[in-house]
């Protein structure tokens, strides 16, 4: 059904990075809730999310790679509203696996919103969060005739979509950023599932008034508080360097857009601390660096550098499997200069009437370190700290200096079901104890080889073999979420593994005669049986259906370069693989190309 959505689009800037320096240590998915005055009715919020899916069909995504940069592409799945299980911020964006990039669950009277940084920011996310609490809300009590605030009425599919970052790119160079490395928290991080979470309910007036006191923002007071709460546990050896946040900027309120994707850019902030700072000396330094930082120019001059690199013809044209290592590269050096990270959402919005069935909203995202991020609703202001860290002396003195400069607060109960959850699955520790096996197979052949012939002869057979299985067993277990990928790593490797026995054992050639041509035939048969059983969309299997035709005619060509002996499966298989791609071009060419270009946009 035509929406007006395309059906695959690029990442824009800012979430280039993301899928390559996604882990177990952080997922890279941030949580909005909403906390309700009653317990969530689960039908109730599932005819809410299909209703706001209307709105927003561009998160009904899932990330692909292609040979140069991942991309999003639409997919005809249907979210679901499951029951709060798993530890908050679990991963979305698992390799392979055809999954949506978001999800709603709920528990009690709380309604989750969880989605993967590659999709949206903060801004999209809370725009979701909106619209799904409100038509939820309108659901529940038809009888209050609740009115709908207005969330973009007039954006456009290509509204939506669009990638800002482009869009206002010029090609203007500006001076590089000199940046100085900041204190890093180093020690023992804990896993994911571990991972602290503190919240603080501080009344907004309150926090208002204290931070106009100082002639700041609340967004630059609370900076400067947390500068100050890292700043107490840093050592006086390493006090050289400054204690230094990151702030996501929202580019909306300098560039006019209403994409729902990804448009943030962020500027850094900190201090130099000696045992006489004040809290006072900080947020003025603050002050001075938001003015510097949040001109128009610097932030016009910032987004076109992140931009640039995108945009650098010879960047473009490296391969994703070797530009992800200096993406990562880049990501690693980048963080040297940042020790926390502090994002302010900005408040959320209702008509009257809502608030009778809305106590408050929040907001914390996965980190590796330490991050804080903040939203407001009515008069509470949630602030929301996740740490890997140990122990929790930053949120001690963050709240230790709230209460010296007579802040109220009060610390939100943590209530998840799935926290300290082990996420271990089943098939890892199948495959360690394969591992394990393996090993005691290698062993034991030297072991029984030398007490029985005093040398070591067929041990190497039996080494050889069990590497090889082993190494196509570790090939099938990663890529067990793909299986038509699968297929394609297993021809390969399978060839090359069979080419090199042959060689070692005397060529005699049965590698390319047998080996390659059945192998190729066979993957091409049972991709066309894999994806009529499991009803794929074209998008799933076209591109592996002409990788692997495309394979099947190799043996021809090595045919014609006389390196086989016996013809028949060579020729066989080439024709075959021949008229599929024939036919893919043929009756299929649009989408043929499409995929292609998908694949290999640059």
């Excluded at 590089?176 to 180093?186: D, G, W």
């Excluded at 041990?459 to 073999?465: K, L, P, S």
């Excluded at 190494?471 to 099938?476: M, Y």
């Amino acid at each position: 059904m035509e929406t007006g959505y395309s059906r695959w689009r690029k990442l824009d800037n800012a979430a280039l990075a993301f899928p390559l320096v996604t882990g177990k240590n952080d997922t890279r998915v941030f949580r909005f809730y909403c906390e309700c005055k009653e317990n969530v009715d689960p039908e109730i919020l599932q005819q809410a999310l299909d209703e706001t899916m209307k709105r927003y069909p561009l998160f009904q995504a899932v990330l692909r790679k292609g040979l140069f940069w991942f991309y999003l592409e639409r997919r005809d799945i249907l979210p679901v509203v499951k029951e709060e299980k798993k530890p908050p911020c679990s991963s979305l964006y698992i390799p392979d696996k055809k999954t949506l990039l978001f999800e709603v669950t709920y528990y009690k009277k709380r309604i989750n919103f969880e989605v993967y940084h590659a999709l949206t920011d903060g801004t999209g996310a809370m725009h979701f969060l909106q619209e799904l609490v409100q038509n939820y809300l309108i659901l529940l009590h038809p009888e209050e005739e609740l009115s709908k605030i207005c969330l973009d009425e007039v954006s456009t599919p290509g509204d939506q979509e669009e990638d800002s970052f482009s869009q206002y790119y010029t090609a203007e160079s500006g001076r590089a950023e000199r940046k100085s490395h900041a204190v890093r928290l180093k020690g023992e991080k804990l896993p994911h599932e571990d991972m602290k979470i503190t919240e603080l309910n501080i009344p907004v007036k309150e926090i208002h008034k204290k931070a106009k006191s100082y002639g700041v923002s609340i967004t630059i007071f609370l900076a400067a508080v947390m500068l100050c709460a890292i700043g107490e546990e840093i050592p006086r050896n390493k006090r050289k360097r400054p204690v230094a946040l990151m702030i996501p900027v929202n580019l909306r309120n300098y560039f006019p857009s209403q994409s729902m994707t990804n448009f943030f850019g962020w500027i850094e902030v900190g201090h130099t601390f000696t045992e006489n700072t004040t809290l006072k000396e900080v947020v003025d330094h603050v002050k001075v660096q938001f003015e510097q930082g949040l001109s128009r120019e610097n932030v016009a001059q910032r987004m076109s550098g992140y931009v640039r690199l995108e945009k650098n013809p010879v960047i473009r044209a490296v391969p994703l499997e070797i530009k992800k290592y200096f993406l990562m590269l880049g990501a690693s050096l980048g963080s040297r200069s940042i020790t926390a990270v502090y994002s302010n959402i900005g408040i959320v919005r209702f008509s009257p009437g809502y608030e009778k069935y809305i106590d408050h909203f929040g907001i914390f995202a996965s980190t590796n370190i330490l991050q804080l991020c903040s939203c407001s609703y009515q008069d509470q202001m949630l602030l929301g700290f996740t740490s890997k860290l140990p122990n929790d002396n930053i949120q001690r003195n963050f709240q230790k200096i709230l209460r010296e400069e007579e802040v109220g607060f009060r610390e939100e109960e943590q209530d998840f079901p799935g926290r300290n959850q082990e996420l271990e699955k089943e098939g890892k520790q199948i495959f360690r104890l394969f591992t394990f096996l393996c090993l005691v197979a290698v062993v034991a052949s030297a072991v029984l080889d030398y007490l029985i012939t005093g040398d070591l002869n067929w041990f190497w057979f039996v080494a050889a073999g069990t590497v090889c299985t082993w190494l196509l067993v570790a090939v099938a277990y990663s890529k067990r979420r793909n299986i038509l990928k699968n297929e394609m790593w297993q021809l390969l490797l399978v060839t090359i593994l069979a080419v090199l026995w042959d060689h070692y054992t005397g060529w005699i050639g049965w590698s390319l005669d047998f080996v390659l041509p059945i192998g190729a035939l066979g993957v091409l048969c049972s991709m066309a049986v894999i994806a009529r059983v499991q009803h794929l969309e074209r998008e799933e299997y076209l591109f592996y259906l002409v990788q692997a035709a495309m394979a099947g005619c190799i043996p021809v060509i090595l045919t014609f370069l006389n390196l086989t002996t016996f013809v028949y499966p060579s020729v066989i298989c080439s024709g075959i693989s021949f008229l599929v791609l024939a036919g893919l071009l043929i009756f299929q060419k649009k989408d043929t190309l499409r995929e292609f270009h998908k694949k290999l946009r640059m």
